[in-house]
């Protein structure tokens, strides 16, 4: 099965090689350190200090694989015009219900984002101001309109 292109914007780009440069750098070194130290308290098969270290250097080496793929396999898009939702777009939302959402469309993740692939993600891709969306989430399908793009 093919993979699609994760699509970045040059911001978001940044931002994953400014983390995996920092997991590369100072906090790969700090887990060999703390090989290098655990190591140093003996017999390794009771050595919990060590087995911690290990088992924190294979999240690192994973992590750094995983955003290694991403970046190899990124497609570097411009950020959406203020008018039109897309990758990089702050969007204003207010659900039926009248809950009101902010939401960043955004492949990297973090507090407040929603993937371009996402039921929401993928329904708001192109809308502008005042369409309304009918987005089939998992937990059940609900409509919202756009009420601002920043």
Do not use: C
């Amino acid at each position: 099965m093919a993979e699609e292109e994760e699509q970045l914007t040059a911001a978001q780009r940044e931002q994953l090689e400014a983390e995996l440069a920092d997991l590369e750098g100072p906090k790969r070194q700090a887990v060999v350190e703390a090989i290098a130290t655990a190591r140093g308290h003996g017999d390794l098969s009771e050595n919990f200090e060590y087995h911690a270290a290990k088992n924190e250097q294979g999240l690192l080496e994973a992590r750094i694989r995983t955003l290694r793929a991403r970046l190899d396999g990124a497609e570097i898009v411009e950020q959406a015009a203020a008018d039109e939702v897309g990758v990089g777009s702050v969007v204003d939302i207010e659900r039926d219900d009248g809950q009101k959402l902010t939401v960043e469309i955004s492949a990297v993740g973090g507090a407040g984002t929603v993937s371009p692939t996402s039921p929401l993600g993928s329904v708001l891709l192109g809308k502008k101001v005042g369409d309304t969306v009918d987005v089939s989430a998992p937990k059940g399908a609900w409509r919202a309109t756009i009420a601002n793009i920043h």
